[in-house]
């Protein structure tokens, strides 16, 4: 089949130098922490392989580029590979700074000394990333609905006075940062919020927004797709802010501030009415420019090899490793989002109980609610661990209060790993075996991961 689909439909060298830095990303992100191989622990050896074969591609585009030194430091990173096969000991942080980060700069920039023409298309990745750590490589708009709903600075702006504004609900006791408060992190660091009309918990622990654009699916079981469709949601929700966009709009239309305000972030003419889309996608922009991709993590990962401590390192390399965080927590972003490309996100089920400690799981279906696909009951979205040591209590129902908790339902193998009935789980039930030191080092590097 790909012989004949192929002997039609040629090959981009864009494509060729676009597939060969995503295959690097892959083995940065999934390769080296066991996502494909988690009975074999091959790792290595499969990574390995992958290198020699790219070498076979690239080769003939680094002749002509006069570029002689990208084959080498792929052989030299696949003999790495091969002297250090044993998983749980394999130095991903070494691997991924003297290795990793320059390949894909070099593949980067030997496409560029060739001048290849290439076709841009829409992803959250960059197509002209170098590494995955640098201060450009996510896309926020990625996710925007269109180019219309793309942020500004006027849009920003303007969202960042509508999130405190109580007039986006319906009973004008509640805005957007009641529960989502900036100096929390966006979190209100409660188990749960209540409902608007007092009293009642809602079902649901409060996110962060930050890095929030950085996710293809919204809400704790994926529902919304965009941050508009979110936006939408959750204003018109009778126990969240039991408001009505259309409701919103016409009252800020007779605001002749607000009107103004979105006349100059809109681009029109004169002050008319406010849309509803306009209401949205302000709030929209504002949360998208809540991207924050610059923690001492980041900085170790850019160069900077003092910025992360010794304990730290330890514990990004269990991370990636032995403690299998990283095949559900993908690297950087450390959120569900699929890499190589990051146009997915994904959902697992683990087994949250009810009350820590408790012998029932959480009653909430999750994503069940939305597809109605027995596989996924109590699946749930794999939030960002950016900002974690910030943003507690944890899970979708706040259950946990302490990253020192987390850990220790992860490493007793989840819900059916203390006994819960839990048949469709799709974290392994079995224990990480994990140290008390290794876990503390764990809870270091997530410290690492705050923004700036």
Not at 130 to 139: E, G, I, S, V, Y
Not at 195 to 217: E, K
Not at 346 to 373: C, L, M
Request: glycine share 6%; aromatic share 10%.
């Amino acid at each position: 089949a790909y012989k004949a689909y192929f002997s039609n439909i040629p090959i981009a060298n864009w494509q060729v130098f676009d597939a060969a830095k995503l295959e690097v990303f892959r083995i940065l992100t999934l390769g080296i922490t066991g996502f494909d191989d988690p009975l074999s622990l091959n790792s290595m050896e499969e990574c390995a392989a992958v290198l020699e074969s790219l070498e076979a591609v690239l080769s003939p585009y680094a002749q002509m580029g006069q570029d002689d030194t990208l084959i080498p430091l792929m052989d030299s990173a696949a003999a790495y590979l091969r002297r250090n096969m044993a998983f749980n000991s394999f130095d991903r942080a070494y691997f991924i700074t003297t290795f990793g980060n320059r390949l894909s700069s070099r593949i980067t920039g030997l496409e560029k000394k060739l001048n290849v023409p290439e076709i841009r298309y829409n992803r959250l990745l960059r197509q002209d990333a170098k590494t995955l750590f640098d201060t450009n490589t996510f896309d926020v708009n990625a996710f925007a609905p269109g180019p219309g709903y793309f942020l500004s600075k006027r849009k920003i702006a303007l969202g960042k006075q509508l999130l405190p504004d109580v007039a986006l609900s319906g009973t004008g006791t509640r805005s957007c940062a009641s529960c989502h408060q900036p100096a929390k992190a966006f979190t209100d660091g409660l188990t749960t919020n209540t409902s608007i009309h007092g009293g009642m918990p809602l079902p649901r622990n409060t996110p962060t927004l930050i890095n929030a654009a950085l996710q293809a699916s919204l809400f704790y079981d994926l529902r919304a797709s965009t941050l508009e469709e979110q936006i939408e949601d959750v204003v018109s929700n009778r126990n969240e802010m039991h408001g009505n966009l259309s409701t919103i709009a016409k009252q800020l239309s007779r605001d002749p501030t607000y009107r103004k305000l979105f006349a100059e972030a809109f681009h029109k003419k004169q002050e008319v009415a406010v849309d509803t889309f306009e209401v949205a996608n302000a709030i929209a922009s504002y949360v998208r420019s809540l991207t924050r991709l610059n923690s001492r993590f980041d900085e170790y990962m850019a160069g900077n090899l003092k910025a992360l401590s010794p304990q730290e390192v330890k514990g990004f390399n269990l991370f990636m490793g032995k403690a299998r965080c990283a095949t559900c927590h993908y690297m950087p972003l450390f959120n569900g989002t699929a890499p190589p490309k990051y146009f997915l996100s994904d959902a697992e089920v683990i087994g949250v109980p009810a009350q820590a400690g408790g012998d029932r799981i959480d009653p909430d279906s999750g994503w069940y609610n939305v597809v109605k696909i027995p596989a996924f009951l109590h699946a749930f979205k794999t939030p960002t661990l950016r900002n974690a040591a910030v943003t507690a209590p944890y899970m979708h129902n706040g259950v946990f209060k302490t990253l020192e908790e987390v850990m220790d339902f992860y490493n007793n193998g989840g819900g059916a790993g203390v006994g819960l009935a839990v048949t469709n789980q799709t974290l392994s039930r079995d224990s990480l075996h994990l140290s008390p030191a290794e876990t503390d080092d764990i809870i270091a590097f997530i410290k690492s991961l705050d923004s700036r």
